[in-house]
Every structure is written in structure tokens, then in C-alpha cells.
Nanobody, 127 residues
Framework: QVRLVESGGGSVQAGGSLRLSCALS????????MGWFRQTPVKEREGVAA????????YYTDSVKGRFTISQENGKNDLHLQMNSLKPEDTAGYYC????????????????????WGQGTQVTVSL
């Protein structure tokens, strides 16, 4: 069992920054990959960024490349998403997720490989 708790969401003006955090507990050593996803009431949950521990590779969706950075602290216990130059279209609920089973880098941005999810934290970006 892996437990995830997100924090760091809030309201910010366009161009501003936020840093999301995800605290992991439980069987964190089982995690082979971690990801950040976001969802709005009108859009399906989409992958924003991920890290695959086996290869050390990170992944980003095109719309956040150069603006967002996924990182870890304390081994696998803390996951962060630094979000800079925020835009109104970044407004969403943000969720961290952990994959403990099979993971294929080419499918980093689909929800299936991730079997543990946090409750989410809201990010609102205004003009």
C-alpha cells in the first residue's frame, strides 16, 4: 500500500509560480514510476509529468515543457512539481500517482499503470 497526499495548490495570477508537493508513505520502495496528472470538469485526466525510476527519465506533456519541472526529495518520499509561467489553461485539479507494477515509458501519460492516487490539489490561474 502506498499513500499519497498532495499539497501546494492555490490561486495565482497568470505568469506566476506554484510548487506542488506529494508526500508518499507506506511501501514507497515499490514505486517504479511517479506522475502528476490534472483534470478539469470538462476534460479527462491528463498526464502532466512523470519520472521513471528505473531509467531516471522524466516525461512532460508538450504544453508544460520548459515551464514545469518534476523532482524528488528524500528518495521516493517526496515528489514535487515546480510550475512556472502559469497560464489560465493550467487551471485544474492536480493529482500525484504512483505505479508499482509494469510501466512502459511510452505510456507514461495514461492512467492505467498508476495504481495509487492522491486526493488532488486545486490550481487556479487567473488573468
Amino acid at each position: 500500500q502506498v499513500r499519497l497526499v498532495e499539497s501546494g495548490g492555490g490561486s495565482v495570477q497568470a505568469g506566476g509560480s506554484l510548487r506542488l508537493s506529494c508526500a508518499l508513505s507506506g511501501d514507497v520502495d515499490r514505486a517504479v514510476a511517479m506522475g502528476w496528472f490534472r483534470q478539469t470538469p470538462v476534460k479527462e485526466r491528463e498526464g502532466v509529468a512523470a519520472v521513471y525510476y528505473v531509467s531516471g527519465r522524466t516525461y512532460y506533456t508538450d504544453s508544460v515543457k520548459g515551464r514545469f519541472t518534476i523532482s524528488q526529495e528524500n528518495g521516493k518520499n517526496d515528489l514535487h512539481l515546480q510550475m512556472n509561467s502559469l497560464k489560465p489553461e493550467d487551471t485544474a485539479g492536480y493529482y500525484c500517482a504512483a505505479a508499482t507494477g509494469s510501466f512502459f515509458g511510452g505510456a507514461w501519460n495514461v492512467t492505467n499503470p498508476y495504481n495509487y492516487w492522491g486526493q488532488g490539489t486545486q490550481v487556479t490561474v487567473s488573468l
